[in-house]
């Protein structure tokens, strides 16, 4: 895997293989644990599979490593964003604890995400709620295809703006609720 190999000197991706692969033996499988922003979550791929964790999962399976993995990854999450979770979220704490390999991928947001002055995020996110309302109408008239691509190509970017988006996409129906 380009990724881990671009990472290692000579000599460490081989150590490090072979002891994930007594770990797995030993385990039965390994628990991957994959945090960060939406690459971490492999926002735009198709499937879940398709992503960042996925293909790390895929390499491992082709090392003959079986992979157990969790993605937490956050679109719109920045580095002070993981930070506070790491510290506060005792879901992730125990996730880390139990994991064999944690992989991080953040940063992104930290150098794309405006500024925002208040009135500027209040009427961000006044149009994002009415994003969401759009998206539910879409759904309720049956037309799911249409709904899935504004999704995608709306409310996902308005998500990713105000850094609010979580990994389940429930935030939609807390905000629709308020």
Same mark, same amino acid.
């Not at 460490?12 to 994930?20: F, G, Y």
């Not at 692969?21 to 390994?30: A, C, I, N």
């Not at 308005?158 to 990994?167: H, K, P």
């Given at each position: /895997? %380009?990724?881990?190999? /671009?990472?290692?000197?000579?000599?460490?991706? +081989?150590? /490090?293989?072979?002891?994930?692969?007594?770990?797995?033996?030993? @385990?039965? !499988?390994?628990?991957?644990?994959?945090?960060?922003?939406?690459?971490?979550?492999? !926002?735009?791929? @198709? *499937?879940? +599979?398709?992503?960042?964790?996925?293909?790390?999962?895929?390499?491992?399976?082709?090392?003959?490593?079986?992979? !157990? =993995? *969790?993605?937490?990854?956050?679109?719109? &999450?920045?580095?002070?964003?993981?930070?506070?979770?790491? *510290?506060?979220?005792?879901?992730?704490?125990?996730?880390?604890?139990?994991?064999? &390999?944690? &992989?991080?991928?953040?940063?992104?947001?930290?150098?794309?995400? %405006?500024?925002?002055?208040?009135? !500027?995020?209040?009427? +961000?996110?006044?149009?994002? *709620?009415?994003? =969401?309302?759009?998206?539910?109408?879409?759904?309720? /008239?049956?037309?799911?295809?249409?709904?899935? $691509? =504004?999704?995608?190509?709306?409310?996902?970017?308005?998500?990713? +703006?105000?850094?609010?988006?979580?990994?389940?996409? $429930?935030?939609?129906?807390?905000?629709? $609720?308020?």
């Amino acid at each position: /895997m %380009p990724y881990l190999e /671009m990472m290692s000197q000579p000599g460490e991706m +081989t150590s /490090m293989l072979m002891e994930l692969r007594k770990r797995e033996l030993k @385990q039965g !499988q390994l628990a991957l644990l994959v945090l960060g922003d939406s690459v971490a979550l492999g !926002q735009g791929s @198709q *499937k879940e +599979t398709e992503g960042y964790a996925g293909s790390i999962a895929r390499y491992f399976e082709k090392q003959h490593i079986h992979v !157990q =993995y *969790k993605n937490r990854g956050i679109a719109g &999450l920045t580095s002070a964003n993981l930070l506070q979770l790491l *510290k506060e979220n005792r879901g992730w704490q125990a996730d880390i604890r139990q994991a064999d &390999l944690v &992989l991080i991928s953040v940063g992104g947001n930290d150098i794309l995400q %405006p500024i925002f002055s208040r009135e !500027q995020f209040q009427e +961000t996110f006044q149009l994002l *709620k009415e994003s =969401y309302q759009a998206y539910e109408d879409m759904l309720r /008239m049956g037309h799911v295809d249409q709904a899935a $691509n =504004y999704y995608a190509q709306v409310i996902n970017r308005l998500e990713n +703006t105000l850094a609010i988006a979580d990994a389940s996409d $429930n935030f939609h129906k807390q905000v629709l $609720n308020d």
